[in-house]
């Protein structure tokens, strides 16, 4: 049986219940302090291609997008 969850400790005490279940072999640990990134995806991305090089994109996405309606 394979459940994977993702879950935040809101209680310090309940890591120490977390570490007894898995030396009891009812759970596994994967990883510990994982952080969460709250990053934009518009933010990791920007700067990836030049201002001319989107500006073809955004005008190809256009006419692909007028293509398609006009079906």
């Not at 400790?9 to 977390?18: E, F, P």
């Not at 952080?35 to 990791?44: A, D, F, I, M, Y």
Request: net charge negative; aromatic share 2%; proline share 0%.
């Amino acid at each position: 049986m394979e459940n994977t969850m993702l879950i935040q400790i809101t209680n310090q005490n309940a890591i120490g219940l977390i570490h007894e279940l898995e030396e009891l072999h009812l759970i596994k640990v994967l990883k510990e302090n994982v952080v969460v990134s709250t990053n934009k995806l518009s933010n990791k991305y920007k700067g990836i291609i030049s201002k001319e090089d989107g500006e073809k994109l955004n005008d190809h996405i256009k006419q692909m997008r007028s293509e398609w309606n006009s079906i």
